[in-house]
């Protein structure tokens, strides 16, 4: 059973601050990997995609991805209350054209 | 921006109809996908449509669910006898490589 795993919080964060979510995955053959937003009765809404190990920026957010340890993140810079949200953490296997395996999500709350 | 399109927003249906969900996935994408959401869950694959055929399907894609293009832009799934565990709310995603965008979703009620 390949699985995605993440926390499922809710993670709670003052406005302004870091936020850090994280996600493990088991199969060692994903290639590439990706974060998703969804709000509460809506679509998951893509944020991030890392292909390679390291770092990769977008504005207030940093994707890291570590295949050695099965591990990628998302850094959330200067979090704002409409941050608030899920995460939801999608692997795919061969890079290309197949389909995703989500994790359950983090809820992740910014607080005024 | 181009967008995935998806209608009804929401459909009631009584156990043992028929249900079409449609997509209109964006113009040149080539890779078509549905994937459901049960309240309070995951989001699960479906099935994977590329080259007018199924690549991929999951074990919940059983003999009830199909899945259509009919022309060149509408992209439909059907469930032919729904269930009430058929509930939940159905995304269509299309993809020209690897970054999948999903459209806003069907919420399907079964009664």
């Known amino acids: 059973q390949k699985e995605v795993e993440q926390n499922s919080g809710p993670l709670s964060v003052p406005e302004g601050a870091i936020a850090s979510l994280n996600c493990t995955y088991s199969?060692?053959?994903?290639?590439?990997f990706f974060w998703y937003r969804q709000y509460s009765g809506k679509s998951p809404e893509l944020i991030m995609s890392?292909?390679?190990?390291g770092d990769k920026e977008d504005g207030r957010f940093t994707a890291q991805l570590n295949k050695a340890s099965q591990y990628v993140s998302l850094l959330i810079r200067d979090s704002q209350p409409s941050d608030s949200a899920t995460y939801l953490c999608a692997v795919e296997l061969t890079g290309g054209g197949n389909k995703l395996t989500f994790g359950t999500g983090t809820q992740l709350k910014v607080e005024l | 921006e181009p967008e995935v399109t998806q209608t009804p927003s929401h459909q009631v249906t009584q156990m043992g109809q028929e249900v079409i969900l449609r997509c209109v996935p964006i113009?040149?994408?080539?890779?078509f996908y549905w994937y459901r959401q049960i309240l309070g869950q995951k989001v699960e694959f479906l099935v994977s449509?590329?080259?007018?055929?199924?690549?991929?399907k999951s074990e919940i894609f059983d003999d009830q669910f199909s899945v259509e293009r009919p022309d060149g832009s509408n992209f439909t799934l059907k469930i032919r006898s729904t269930k009430l565990e058929d509930s939940a709310m159905y995304f269509c995603?299309?993809?020209?490589?690897?970054?999948?965008?999903f459209g806003p979703g069907t919420r399907l009620t079964v009664t």
């Open positions: 995603a299309s993809t020209s490589q690897a970054e999948q965008y």
């Open positions: 449509f590329y080259n007018n055929e199924i690549s991929e």
């Open positions: 890392i292909y390679s190990n």
């Open positions: 113009s040149n994408h080539l890779y």
């Open positions: 199969d060692r053959g994903s290639q590439s």
